[in-house]
């Protein structure tokens, strides 16, 4: 602090701060204050399948604040990316491949009572929330067949007596 004892009078030179004035000077700038590190994970991001066990998601470490001085320095590094997988609980919808079989051959050569069946096969089962198959695996129809053909019928005759 400017303590005036004296005022100038006359010619007499001013003094150089008013009475009470106040100055500071830079101390102990050799020494840097301690800063703690500050830093954080982001939230992870959207994961890279919606289904199956291959999905995996991503979050970045970021620092906003070094760490300075005797602070505690930062034990992951600014950028730094962690992964976790994702979506694993949900199975990958299939669908249902399959189809009905060729009809078996006619169980009669002619008539109104011939009948012939085919079964359905499955070559891939549904999963997840994949499409269902028309018909389970080894189901049968069958259909009538060959009854445009009317069956051979043999003349059955004889000659009377000469009369």
């Known amino acids: 602090t400017f303590s005036i004892t004296t005022h100038a009078a006359g010619a007499g030179a001013q003094c150089t701060a008013t009475h009470g004035a106040s100055e500071s000077q830079a101390c102990n700038t050799e020494i840097d204050c301690p800063v703690d590190c500050v830093g ?5 991001g959207d994961c890279s399948a919606t289904c199956g066990s291959s999905g995996s998601q991503t979050r970045v470490f970021s620092i ?14 600014d950028g730094a990316t962690e992964s976790q997988p994702c ?5 990958c ?11 078996g051959d006619c169980s009669a050569t002619c008539g109104s009572t011939g009948t012939q ?3 359905f096969s499955i070559t891939t089962h549904a999963a997840g929330a994949g499409a269902q198959c028309t ?6 129809e069958s259909q009538a ?6 069956c051979p019928v043999d003349c059955v005759g004889s000659w009377g007596g000469f009369g």
């Open 145 to 150: 067949c060959n009854t445009e053909i009317d």
């Open 93 to 103: 919808p299939v669908d249902c491949d399959g189809s009905w079989l060729d009809f």
């Open 135 to 140: 018909a389970t695996h080894g189901a049968s």
């Open 87 to 91: 979506n694993t609980e949900t199975d």
């Open 64 to 77: 906003t604040v070094d760490g300075a001085g005797a602070g505690v320095q930062c034990t992951i590094s």
């Open 40 to 44: 954080s994970w982001g939230g992870f």
């Open 117 to 119: 069946s085919r079964t």
